[in-house]
């Protein structure tokens, strides 16, 4: 066995843009899916029943299927949809964003959900106005509770993005796993892929357990 | 777009074939993630000094590398390093559990030490011994409060099983896209494919959350 690590040195540039198409898309698919996330949620909590239940019907499918197999149903179903030609890039991120939706109004709903309702009306007794009572008393106390699964969720939708590499998008995984088949430095390349996901994803992994206990909710 | 479902009836065969191997791959990793997991969470616990930061490192790295990478790692890196030949069944199972136990190990940890110490101190007064105070005292009260979070690890075990495909292990994900690939009826492969994979997977956790409200006052102390 004999190992060239300079092969991961000779890529190390389309290894780092790479890596920069892996924030991005975390970065962006998150920044789609959080106010499409309380749209979500709102709906299942105060929109006419049968808006409801297609609010509902979308959380409860996109819950329940793997991402992997949204990427490919994406990558098929929604230029013929659509009738667009979407590149790797952008049915990628609608994938990201359809499923992590999901899970995010699952989440603001669970936290806005879990603020008893006799604080509302504690509040309104006091003389607040409805939107005052919402502003001042329930959403101080859903944020402590949304912001710590949010935090978790981030971190899953960093992994998850390595599964668009299976439609050619040029994120971390796909660019890795191009130069293994070109080079034929198998372990050298996935090692170095590897390395780089886990340099990024520890600290994050951190940063929740930290977020988790500073936001620890005690009753 | 038309939609001609006769493609899945014609190939129904090597569907099911397909689906039979994501149960069998769902429930082999499913058990031994649990096992291995638990011997994680007791070293993590118990486990002599030295040994517990190894077992913190194992953990947060599994939880900061993505499933896909190590079964690729596993199916592609493992081989050459060992000189070891896997069929990508075998690898997708160690790749999965190794991924999976740091969780379970993770929602052992967090329904162990959700019994209040006070209960421990007690049954130590009382003369039980340690692992006599795990098994009667602790694991009834813990294994009832964990329930909701193996739940969302077997849905998520069984969601990760899709990931196999991409080293070729013939679930339903890879039979789909080769049928996909050769019929050229993608549209009416994946969304098949998605209805199975929503038919196990909805029953799965609604039916542990049903359990869950049937047993939670066990696990109140």
Redesign the interface.
Known sequence: ?NFDWSVVGAHRDALAAATGMTVLLTVATMAIAVPCGIVVAALRLYAWTPVRAVATAYV??F???????VV??AF??LP??TGLGLSPFATGLAALALNVTAYNAETFRAGIGSIRRGQLEAAMALGMSRAQAVRRIVLPQAVRRILPVLASTW?SLF??T??V??IAVSEL?YVA?QI?AQTFR??EM??A??AV??L???P???LVDWIQRRYAVTE | MNFDPSVIIEHWRFLSYGIGVTIALAAASGAASLALGFVVALARLFGPRWLRPAVVLYIDSMRAVPVLVVLIWTFFALPILTGLTMSPFVAALIGLTVHLAAYAAEIFRAGIESVRPGQTRASLALGMSRSQILRRIVLPQALVRMLPAFGSLLSITIKDTAIASVIAVPELMRQSETLAGQSFQPIEVYSFAMLVYFLILFPVTRGVDRIYQRVAHLGRS
């Open positions: 066995m409860e499918l819950r329940n299927l793997p991402l992997i197999l490919y149903w098929y179903v013929i949809a971190v992994k998850d390595s599964l590499s299976v995984a796993m293994r198998v372990l996935l090692t892929m590897a996901y886990w990024l994803g520890y994050q992994a951190k």
